[in-house]
């Protein structure tokens, strides 16, 4: 099973400050026939279930905010808020779905 | 729109067995892959199965296979996720998901295991 690691376990920032998350798995989740990622990226704010941020690595989901960006390609990965709202304050969790599916740990984002 | 409504929360006996629905309604159930997640109090998700309803193709985690058995009824466009035996380790949130990545969510369903 491909295992996917997150970093950091939490992090706290300012309002209208970026945060950055990272997302490595244990091996390459890019499909050489499609030339997609097969990587995604979830938020979920407490008491709630998760919602689907981006896809494909990079694609944002319809409704999503702008501020939010996904990047990466292979094995390394990279979710960003550009500029954070009290609303994006939430857990973020990566997850592949090259293989079946598997999820990292989760990332928990506080305002600073 | 989409919607996929859960069945209610639960209360169990260790021992005792299980059956959990995800009903689906806006959209061609038996075209898109739909999944279970668990969600441990206070921890994070884990992925745990997804089926195919049109062919009932079923893929299981490692961590998953043969503890839980996934399945489909496309008749009523409703998807199961159920246990012959529960353990109070099975205490958790369960979340039904559309699709790959999943897109769309149901609300959760509460399985509590306590003797």
């Known amino acids: 099973d491909i295992v996917m690691t997150q970093s950091p376990d939490s992090l706290a920032v300012s309002l209208g400050e970026r945060a950055t998350i990272n997302c490595k798995s244990s091996?390459?989740?890019?499909?050489?026939?499609?030339?997609?990622?097969?990587l995604a990226w979830y938020q979920q704010k407490p008491g709630q279930a998760p919602k689907l941020l981006i896809y494909w690595a990079s694609t944002r989901e319809s409704g999503v905010p702008d501020r939010f960006s996904g990047s990466g390609s292979g094995t390394d990965f990279t979710l960003t808020i550009s500029s954070l709202q009290a609303e994006d304050v939430a857990v973020y969790y990566c997850q592949q779905y090259f293989t079946t599916g598997t999820f990292g740990q989760g990332t928990k984002v506080d305002i600073k | 729109e989409v919607q996929l409504v859960q069945s209610g929360a639960e209360l169990k006996k260790p021992g005792e067995s299980l059956k959990i629905s995800c009903k689906a309604s806006?959209?061609?159930?038996?075209?898109?892959?739909i999944g279970w997640v668990r969600q441990m109090p206070g921890k994070g998700l884990e992925w745990m199965g997804i089926i195919y309803p049109r062919d009932s193709d079923t893929r299981y985690s490692p961590s998953f296979q043969g503890q839980v058995t996934i399945s489909a009824d496309k008749s009523i466009t409703t998807a199961y996720l159920q246990w012959s035996s529960l353990a109070a380790s099975d205490t958790a949130m369960y979340y039904c998901?559309?699709?790959?990545?999943?897109?769309?969510w149901g609300q959760g369903t509460l399985v509590t295991v306590s003797s």
């Open positions: 091996q390459s989740v890019l499909y050489s026939s499609n030339n997609k990622n097969y």
């Open positions: 998901a559309r699709g790959l990545p999943f897109d769309s």
């Open positions: 806006g959209y061609n159930f038996i075209s898109s892959w």
